[in-house]
């Protein structure tokens, strides 16, 4: 199966959005509806579980988009109770090509006291000797995702109930997790100690409903209550509302930085700050940081539109759509042969030529991983008349790969790691080439003094190579981390 956009291959991809309903009737639409909402987490497949006082469990799992495979109501009614979560995904750490369908989430398991979903974003950096340590005692494993480990942890556990055996697994696990998992009567959240990724609390009716980002909420019409707080564990039933507590060590937070530069949705809430405000305060930062003469800010869209107005706003130079985007780029638009694949930014981007020609041009982007669909991106701009190309980057440069849920290349496969700045922009063939820098952005997310040295308030290791859980698995196969300044 060919990856959800064959031409979108230079961009960190987040790998995962869950999301999680109960007390409400049918509860597995308004999981499809949340699935859609975070999409843009994960467009290679998607996954569900419900929970029927009758029927028992129920699950669906299905590659590709939400929209083409849970709005049906021949398999919505395949899913009934009060009850459901669900997951879209891009891929796991286990996964090497393309994707299994055992491979797609939730993961469901029987245990002595009944039967338990789990659905999980982030990665478990020690997954590899836990998948050992447990094959070694006997455990069967159904698919290569890292996630599965912790129903064989929960199964080995000796707790009285499901939700202290998930709270005994989850202390053997390492990295990053926001879970969303399910029993016959409650629905339960986590996040892991450091709060890497994302995870709210809704509430719709009666019901409650626990998601990836806040945008989620608003398409099923929620309330947004809270973020579920690093090291929280919320337990949910109908009966006894919500029940939470903290079974881990605490420690500080330490928050994907990169969640307020891209992954997440400009209309969603984090950390009670607009994403989308965020983004527009990273552009302001960025012309504060590197101004250049120009004629016209641009945005690589959709994800450099907020810089690129907030740099527009701070210079004083127009904002204009300088790139206009194919919204009708399908998955299956065309097979992508060699020939077509040359073409893939143009079938996806096309420039507006009377705007652009002669013009001094600022392009604004979130990042730079591999260059590749930058200097295409320039190639297109100057074929279409412009006199110059300037870019300019929503965030530092990014050097290290991240192990904590984000599809990323080998470290020499990221351009920043192995080139100077300067040599980036005689690579990429432009003007000039300015990123923000780590204490710019810390600014632009609210931290007035910048980062703190000795104690970073966001995981920012793909910029800093400071990684706050050692990525145990990757030591073992060799990776090098940054030596300790």
């Not at 143009?346 to 200097?375: H, Q, Y």
């Not at 080139?419 to 952005?441: P, Q, T």
């Not at 003094?449 to 706050?468: I, L, V």
Request: charged share 25%; hydrophobic share 40%; glycine share 10%.
């Amino acid at each position: 199966m060919p990856p959800a956009n064959p031409f979108d291959d230079d961009k960190l991809k987040e790998e995962c959005g869950v999301f999680g309903v109960i007390g409400v009737n049918d509860a597995s639409n308004f999981v499809a509806l949340g699935l859609h909402a975070l999409q843009h987490r994960g467009q290679e497949a998607g996954g569900i579980v419900s929970h029927d006082a009758e029927q028992g469990f129920n699950s669906a799992r299905r590659f590709g988009y939400v929209r083409d495979n849970f709005t049906s109501q021949k398999v919505m009614e395949t899913l009934p109770g009060p009850l459901a979560i669900g997951h879209v995904r891009y891929s796991t750490s286990g996964s090497k090509g393309q994707t299994a369908i055992r491979d797609v989430q939730p993961f469901f398991g029987e245990f002595a006291m009944g039967g338990a979903a789990i659905a999980h974003n982030g990665n478990i950096t020690n997954a590899n000797a836990l998948r050992r340590e447990l094959i070694e005692r006997g455990s069967i494993f159904q698919s290569s995702s890292d996630s599965e480990c912790i129903i064989h942890l929960m199964a080995r556990s000796l707790q009285r109930n499901i939700p202290e055996r998930m709270e005994d697994a989850l202390r053997r696990v390492e990295g990053a997790f926001s879970i969303v998992a399910m029993t016959r009567t409650k629905l339960i959240g986590v996040r892991d100690p450091l709060g890497v990724r994302p995870l709210v609390l809704g509430k719709i009716g009666d019901g409650w409903a626990l998601s990836s980002e806040t945008c989620a909420l608003d398409i099923i019409g929620a309330d947004f209550v809270r973020e579920i707080k690093p090291g929280e564990m919320v337990v949910i039933s109908e009966k006894h509302g919500v029940q939470s507590h903290f079974p881990f060590r605490r420690v500080s937070s330490r928050f994907c930085i990169f969640e307020h530069v891209y992954f997440s949705r400009p209309d969603s809430i984090l950390g009670g700050r607009s994403v989308y405000e965020t983004r527009e305060n990273i552009g302001r930062e960025l012309a504060k940081e590197a101004p250049v003469d120009a004629d016209l800010v641009c945005p690589v869209p959709d994800s450099g539109t907020p810089a690129a107005i907030g740099f527009s706003l701070e210079s004083g130079i127009p904002y204009a759509m300088g790139i206009i985007r194919n919204q009708y780029m399908g998955r299956t638009f065309i097979e992508p042969t060699e020939s077509i694949r040359n073409m893939g930014v143009r079938l996806k981007l096309n420039v507006n030529r009377a705007l652009v020609k002669g013009k001094r041009i600022i392009l604004v982007d979130d990042s730079v991983v591999r260059g590749t669909t930058s200097r295409k991106i320039k190639e297109m701009i100057l074929d279409a008349g412009a006199a110059e190309v300037h870019f300019r980057i929503a965030s530092p440069p990014t050097q290290w790969p991240c192990f904590y849920g984000v599809d990323t290349p080998q470290r020499d496969k990221l351009l920043a790691a192995t080139m100077s700045e300067d040599e980036m922009r005689d690579h990429l063939g432009v003007d000039s080439l300015k990123f923000i820098s780590l204490d710019g952005l810390y600014r632009a997310v609210g931290e007035a003094d910048g980062r703190n040295k000795t104690c970073p308030q966001y995981c920012d290791a793909c910029f800093s190579g400071e990684y706050p859980v050692t990525p145990s698995d990757q030591i073992t196969d060799g990776f090098v981390m940054k030596a300790a300044e």
